[in-house]
């Protein structure tokens, strides 16, 4: 029901989160998540394990940069593309942390954005030939984050902007937790 005044709410997504396809055999598959993973491992960042801010994973910036992903997507086509989107970047980043010994679980977000965001994200994924589902209305998208469970409480963190969700920008319109 829309109420006066305001514009008719987005739908919420049905489907489960993203997930990175491996494909059977596939060397490539398999050096890609050992590649993260020993990546991981030789990060210089002593205060990763307690650093509920970063968990310690900036370095995924300095490889990757958040956009336009085609999917399906698999581990394989990790190295050589030139963005990921924020299920690939959940999916990462999850089994990272999840290596180091968190237990993460995966969310599901509807979040506020404006006009002009939504506008220059459509026209990016459509000149990359990607579907923009994820783009709900002019205000409002779909978003993947990571539960982490950290030493001292829970954190709903965001790979794909590196922090926790809700600072910096209002609180989800809708969530959504995936226990797998």
């Known amino acids: ?7 008719p709410r987005a739908k919420v ?4 989160p993203s997930t990175l396809t491996e494909h059977p055999d596939c060397v490539a598959c398999a050096d890609t998540r050992s590649w993260l993973l020993a990546h991981d491992r030789a990060e210089a ?7 509920t801010t970063t968990f310690g994973l900036g370095w995924l910036f300095r490889y990757f940069r958040w956009g336009p992903s085609r999917w399906p997507f698999a581990w394989c086509d990790v190295p050589g593309a030139a963005h990921l989107d924020c299920g ?11 290596a180091r010994g968190l237990r993460v679980e995966r969310v599901q977000l509807v979040e506020r954005a404006a006009v002009e965001e939504t506008a220059l994200w ?14 709900l209305s002019d205000r409002e998208v779909y978003h993947e984050v990571l539960l982490v469970h950290a030493e001292q409480e829970p954190v709903l963190f965001d790979p794909t902007e590196l922090r926790q969700v809700g600072q910096g920008r209002d609180r989800p319109l809708w969530m959504r937790q ?3």
């Open 1 to 7: 029901m829309t109420r006066p005044g305001h514009p």
């Open 13 to 16: 997504p049905d489907q489960p």
């Open 45 to 51: 960042t002593p205060a990763r394990e307690w650093d």
């Open 88 to 98: 690939v970047l959940a999916c990462v980043a999850g089994m990272v942390l999840t």
């Open 122 to 135: 459509r026209a990016r994924w459509r000149a990359a030939g990607c579907p923009h589902d994820w783009i």
């Open 178 to 180: 995936w226990v797998w």
